[in-house]
């Protein structure tokens, strides 16, 4: 069964540091791209990140490109997203999720992960 | 950037009919895909590649898209089926509609 659990929010003040991760099980994790996508409180989805499997190719939302680093270890099938220089527009529910080849879309997500950036 | 839009909301009748629009320049060259969101819940996949259900979705959820216009079906609505559904293409990175709340009345 394929499983993807985040974890590594939390309360955070501006300009501060979190680093998310997202576990991985039940597929082969190096074979899949991997995609960070959040959600502010009441709004709708944006999509972060993206990583391919074996971490070579990277491309980030306009947004965070400076501040976010994504990153994975597929030794320990985790997915990681590095957030530094927060803002509070960063404020969301930070979600992870598999892209299917087949699907050619995002078939897998965990179940969110709250990052709150405040003072 | 490639835009999509959605309505804000759609309401709909216990049993009846629902459409849910996506609009985008020439979305209809473009493979778009629907997730349905329930509070406090993550995105699932509900139809990918315009028209193909994932497992386990129901038959009652199809999907359609040609010219500036793709639409997701649901067919004799259930309570159960309240909920965000967003649409999303490829365009260099993921993009997502804006979102589209469905109310079964």
């Known amino acids: 069964e394929v499983q ?9 003040q501006p300009g501060g540091s979190l680093r998310l991760s997202c576990a991985a099980s ?14 502010a409180p009441g709004k709708g989805l944006l999509w972060v990140s993206r990583i391919n499997g074996d971490g070579t190719t990277i491309t980030y939302a306009d947004s965070v490109k400076g501040r976010f680093t994504i990153s994975r270890d597929n030794a320990k ?25 087949a699907v050619v879309t995002l ?3 965990d179940q969110g992960t709250l990052v709150t950036v405040s003072s | 950037s490639y835009e999509l839009t959605q309505p804000l909301s759609v ?13 985008g320049n020439n979305i209809g060259y473009k493979n778009v895909h629907w997730f349905q969101q329930k509070p ?3 995105p699932v996949l509900v139809i990918y590649r315009d028209t193909n259900r994932p497992s386990g979705v129901p038959e009652r959820f199809s999907g359609s898209n040609s010219g500036n216009t793709a639409t997701l079906t649901i067919s004799r609505a259930q309570a159960g089926d309240e909920a965000d559904y967003y649409c999303q293409v490829w ?15």
């Open chain 2, 11 to 23: 309401s709909v009748a216990l049993g009846q009919t629902a459409r849910i629009t996506c609009g």
């Open chain 1, 77 to 101: 099938n985790t997915l990681y997203l590095q957030m530094n220089s927060l803002r509070a527009e960063d404020t969301a529910v930070y979600y992870c999720a598999r892209e299917d080849s």
């Open chain 1, 26 to 39: 039940g597929f082969d994790f190096s074979s899949y791209w991997m995609h960070w996508v959040r959600q």
């Open chain 2, 91 to 105: 365009d260099s990175h993921v993009v997502f509609g804006g979102g589209t709340k469905l109310t079964v009345l």
């Open chain 1, 4 to 12: 993807l659990v985040g974890s590594g929010g939390g309360l955070v």
């Open chain 2, 40 to 42: 406090g819940q993550a």
């Open chain 1, 107 to 109: 078939d897998y997500w």
